[in-house]
Structure formats: C-alpha cells, structure tokens
C-alpha cells in the first residue's frame, strides 16, 4: 500500500504563494496518479489537480487554472501543488490522495471515489 504524508500548509497573505508537498512511502509510487483535494469547513470535499503516474498529463479544477501547479517526482516519490495568487477562498485543509493506474493516460479522475489511498490532510489559510 501507499502511505501519503503532505506537509508545507500554513498561513499567508492574499496573492501570496505557497507550496505543498505529499510524500510517499513504498517503492511503486510510480503506478499511481496522484490528486489533490481540498475541503473548506462546512463544505464538501472538492478537487483540485491531478497529475498522471509519469507526470505527462495534468488536470485542473477551474477555480484553480492558471494559478495551481501540481507537478512529481518520481525519484523522490513527492506530488508537490504549488499555489500562487491565493485567495481566502483557497482556505482549506488539503489532501492529496493516490490512484491505481495500469498505464500513463490523460484520463484523470476527479472523483473522490476512485483514489485508493489519502493523505492525512494539511491546512491552509489565506487572509485578506
């Protein structure tokens, strides 16, 4: 099995920049895709990226476009999301979660429901 550990959340001011990190344990980091969900209080779990298993493909949440930046390293067994131009609406605590995948696709999930392990989650808070 995976075990996800992300590290990195904290506080910062609106239109700052922050990046998390998830590390991973177990030698076949490389068969999963890696995402990242977040979960506001009071709210429901929602996505946020996703990267393949060799990191050719991404996916965006439209909130997030052209602000977020999920990215690996396989020889590291790290999933990083950089964010940048925060917003308060980004306060959240984030998870970052792996899915079992055969192959290197551009078919990235986006439902919780499909990814096999999570991490713990880590918080972080944007003020204004």
Avoid at 92 to 102: Q, S, W
Wanted: net charge positive; glycine share 12%.
């Amino acid at each position: 099995q995976v075990q996800l550990v992300e590290s990195g959340g904290g506080l910062v001011q609106a239109g700052g920049s922050l990046r998390l990190s998830c590390a991973a344990s177990g030698r076949t980091f490389g068969s999963y895709a890696m995402g990242w969900f977040r979960q506001a209080p009071g709210k429901e779990r929602e996505f946020v990226a996703a990267i393949s298993r060799s990191g050719g493909y991404t996916k965006y949440a439209d909130s997030v476009k052209g602000r977020f930046t999920i990215s690996r390293d396989n020889v590291k067994n790290i999933v990083y999301l950089q964010m940048t131009s925060l917003k308060p609406e980004d306060t959240a605590i984030y998870y970052c979660a792996a899915d079992f995948v055969g192959y290197e696709s551009s078919w990235l999930r986006s439902g919780e429901n499909t990814y096999d392990y999570w991490g713990q989650g880590n918080q972080v808070t944007v003020s204004s």
